[in-house]
Nanobody, 115 residues
Framework: QVQVVESGGGLVQPGESLRLSCVAS????????MGWYRQAPGKQRELVAT???????NYASSVKGRFTISRDNAKNTVSLQMNSLKPEDTAVYYC?????????WGQGTQVTVSI
């Protein structure tokens, strides 16, 4: 049974940092591309960052230079370090595991950036 579980969301003030983590079980983790997506109220889900099975990374232009995605294959974990958070980063953040036609999503974790 495949499970994708996010953690680390919360309420922070603008300019602060958060670190999201995602543990994926039931898959050959090292073979999967992993990603973080987010969905704000009334908006479509959008890509935040991805990391390939070989470690290549890709970021949305809105987060480049502020967010860093990393993976630890020994722990089946992908992380998203978010610095200099802005109110527009407020959203539910979802973890995604992707290998060809095999795509799995977590339930999401809320990130709120507000004074």
């Amino acid at each position: 049974q495949v499970q994708v579980v996010e953690s680390g969301g919360g309420l922070v003030q603008p300019g602060e940092s958060l670190r999201l983590s995602c543990v994926a079980s039931g898959i050959s983790f090292s073979r999967y591309a992993m990603g973080w997506y987010r969905q704000a109220p009334g908006k479509q889900r959008e890509l935040v960052a991805t990391i390939s099975s070989t470690g290549g990374t890709n970021y949305a232009s809105s987060v480049k230079g502020r967010f860093t995605i990393s993976r630890d294959n020994a722990k089946n974990t992908v992380s998203l370090q978010m610095n200099s958070l802005k109110p527009e980063d407020t959203a539910v953040y979802y973890c995604n595991a992707n290998q060809w036609l095999n795509v799995y999503w977590g339930q999401g974790t809320q990130v709120t950036v507000s004074i």
